[in-house]
């Protein structure tokens, strides 16, 4: 995502007044945008790509969410020792993130997903769409049985193991688990999202999931989140009861991607 400061000033129209308002305080803003930490979630153009999107749809006025890990380390800070390069942990929440709002309302059973809303304003429209990034947390934070016979390992291992799935990116099984976890999460905040508008309802007790592809398209950005696709149905059939065929439909209509990894 980059820096969100100066996008946000400008995309708001607000660069003269903040920049009037800091220089009657004795500060520079150039100087307070440069002290901006980098996001740290990853530099790769899949997500240069992503960013790029939710910043058109918010310009264009198309309402949108983008969901994504909140991981709690970036790739790496380089450092540069004696002519070799030494990479460092990116501790990039040590401080906080002030453009994000936990959401605990809206925590999703998964191991538990705790949704962070970030603001993405559109150039000069009245329009903020949302970037919402999962944190994994654990059920339970703390064994007490295990720490009362000695094993304080043990006690905290189960919410290590939880919440390692949104602290580094990472390859093999631990990424597996990302994906089923973003997957998972974002589709259950999805349908969530569904059922409470006007669309999703016909009467009180029952969805009309008729609609679902007319009012929702998921846009999957390359193959990692390939998984929504069989876990769609999956909540679908399962969870909410419908039909086979009248999901495989609904599933095939909501659903695109961009392929980048195919070509």
């Not at 980098?38 to 910043?55: E, S, Y």
């Not at 720490?147 to 990424?175: H, M, P, T, W």
Request: aromatic share 10%.
């Amino acid at each position: 995502m980059g820096r969100t400061l100066q996008n946000t000033m400008v995309n708001l129209a607000l660069e003269n007044a903040c920049d009037e308002a800091m220089y009657q305080l004795g500060l520079d803003m150039e100087e307070l945008q440069d002290m901006e930490e980098d996001a740290g979630l990853g530099n790769g153009g899949l997500g240069r790509l992503a960013a790029c999107f939710l910043d058109s749809m918010a310009s264009l006025g198309l309402a949108a969410y983008g969901y994504g890990i909140r991981y709690e380390f970036g790739i790496f800070n380089q450092k540069i020792v004696n002519g070799w390069q030494v990479e460092e942990a990116d501790d990039w929440l040590r401080f906080g993130n002030p453009w994000e709002k936990a959401r605990p309302e809206y925590m999703r059973p998964v191991v538990l997903a705790l949704p962070y809303d970030t603001p993405i304003p559109g150039y000069r429209n009245n329009v903020v769409n949302t970037m919402r990034l999962w944190s994994a947390k654990a059920p339970c934070e703390f064994n007490l049985k295990d720490f009362n016979v000695g094993g304080y390992i043990q006690a905290v291992l189960d919410r290590n193991l939880a919440e390692n799935i949104s602290r580094f990116f990472e390859g093999k099984e631990l990424r597996l688990k990302q994906e089923y976890f973003v997957v998972s999460a974002t589709l259950q905040d999805i349908i969530r999202r569904f059922k409470v508008s006007k669309f999703g309802s016909r009467e009180v007790v029952r969805t009309d999931f008729s609609k679902l592809p007319d009012k929702v398209a998921i846009q999957l950005n390359d193959t990692h989140p390939a998984l929504a696709i069989p876990e769609l149905m999956r909540v679908l059939v399962d969870e909410e009861k419908l039909e086979w065929d009248m999901v495989r439909k609904s599933n095939i209509r909501a659903s695109c991607s961009s392929p980048h990894s195919w070509i």
